[in-house]
């Protein structure tokens, strides 16, 4: 990953993986006791909650905290730059009611006016969490007009699109990972070569790349650092992002009494992702990763491959090394 890194000018920066068998009890949130826990998310669970740490403790604007089978496009850094445009629009439209479009609509980029940039904040202000690479999520469900959380930000129901991207393989390879929802309504709903931003679903599974505020670091290492923890850590995050949390649903979140509904408004998240997503999990032949076992679905065991990538920076490593130009590199997944 040191090499990937390098040969697109990235730099990181290695926090340990954690065996859970490492981990003592008295260390765990109070209802992890009560939950049946593999070790392996315990260990899981303690490398991320170190990494969140981290960013609180150096004091970092922002984190960008990547597992170490990961792969990505060789133009990330372009896609990058049309992902945080989206972003800014997403939250300008996002930050009041009164600027809210009409549930379900989707703003087309190329037809928007760019939002001012503050150059500290190319991202935009006020946001969480940005999930950039996952194994598959969902656009977010409708909220009752009714409903007190109608104009929440993580209710938001608002997409930005990015037509006639050509990073984004065709509908034919946007096979998500099998454990994962389908991406039947990015298909139907889409034009080839599209890819979508937008509030997590509910379903937003792996963390394969994420990135954190300073805010946001700070709530998360609160809520499951110290208060909860009861299934991996990916399940707990996607909850979080869509409100379960925050709306005092669900195991951990205190829903009665005035103490619970006063911690479910201080931290309502901001969470944003993208699909298809920009990192997505590498696998070598035989259809394993250096972190989980074969998987199944769409993959090829009789070769490495990498979903949602079209010029993978693992699989062109020779070239790249070699100081191949895009045009001599494999596109693995073509129109």
């Known amino acids: 990953?040191?090499?990937?890194?390098?040969?697109?000018?990235?730099?990181?920066?290695?926090?340990?993986?954690?065996?859970?068998?490492?981990?003592?009890?008295r260390v765990l949130p109070p209802d992890s006791l009560d939950s049946d826990i593999s070790k392996g998310n315990i260990g899981s669970?303690?490398?991320?909650?170190?990494?969140l740490r981290t960013v609180?403790?150096?004091?970092?604007?922002?984190?960008?905290?990547l597992e170490d089978d990961i792969d990505w496009d060789i133009r990330l850094k372009h896609q990058l730059q049309n992902f945080s445009l989206a972003t800014r629009h997403y939250l300008h439209h996002t930050s009041s009611p009164s600027t809210q479009p009409p549930k379900f609509n989707t703003l087309s980029l190329p037809s928007?006016?760019?939002p001012p940039l503050s150059p500290p904040h190319p991202y935009g202000r006020g946001w969480d969490v940005?999930?950039?690479?996952?194994?598959?999520?969902?656009?977010?469900s409708p909220i009752p007009p009714s409903s007190s959380s109608s104009s929440s930000p993580s209710s938001s129901a608002l997409r930005v699109s990015l037509p006639n991207d050509h990073t984004v393989p065709s509908h034919a390879n946007l096979r998500p990972h099998p454990f994962a929802l389908p991406d039947a309504e990015l298909i139907s709903s889409y034009p080839p070569h599209t890819r979508v931003i937008h509030a997590p679903g509910l379903n937003t599974t792996c963390t394969q790349s994420y990135a954190v505020s300073h805010a946001g670091a700070r709530k998360l290492l609160y809520k499951f650092g110290t208060e909860s923890f009861t299934k991996g850590w990916d399940l707990m995050l996607g909850e979080w992002c869509a409100g379960v949390y925050s709306h005092g649903q669900g195991r951990g979140a205190e829903a009665d009494g005035k103490k619970?509904?006063?911690?479910?408004?201080?931290?309502?998240?901001?969470?944003?992702?993208?699909q298809p997503p920009l990192f997505a999990q590498h696998y070598g032949r035989g259809g394993a990763s250096d972190i989980t076992a074969p998987g199944g679905g769409y993959i090829d065991r009789g070769r490495e491959m990498t979903p949602y990538v079209r010029l993978s920076v693992r699989l062109n490593m020779g070239r790249l090394v070699r100081g191949d130009g895009e045009g001599e590199l494999e596109d693995q997944w073509p129109d």
């Open 1 to 25: 990953m040191t090499l990937a890194g390098a040969v697109t000018g990235l730099k990181f920066d290695w926090v340990d993986g954690v065996a859970g068998t490492q981990v003592h009890d």
């Open 45 to 51: 669970w303690r490398a991320h909650m170190n990494a």
């Open 56 to 65: 609180v403790e150096q004091n970092l604007s922002t984190a960008l905290i």
């Open 112 to 114: 928007l006016r760019s």
């Open 130 to 140: 940005l999930w950039l690479g996952h194994c598959g999520t969902s656009f977010p």
């Open 260 to 274: 619970g509904r006063r911690e479910a408004e201080g931290e309502e998240a901001r969470c944003i992702t993208v």
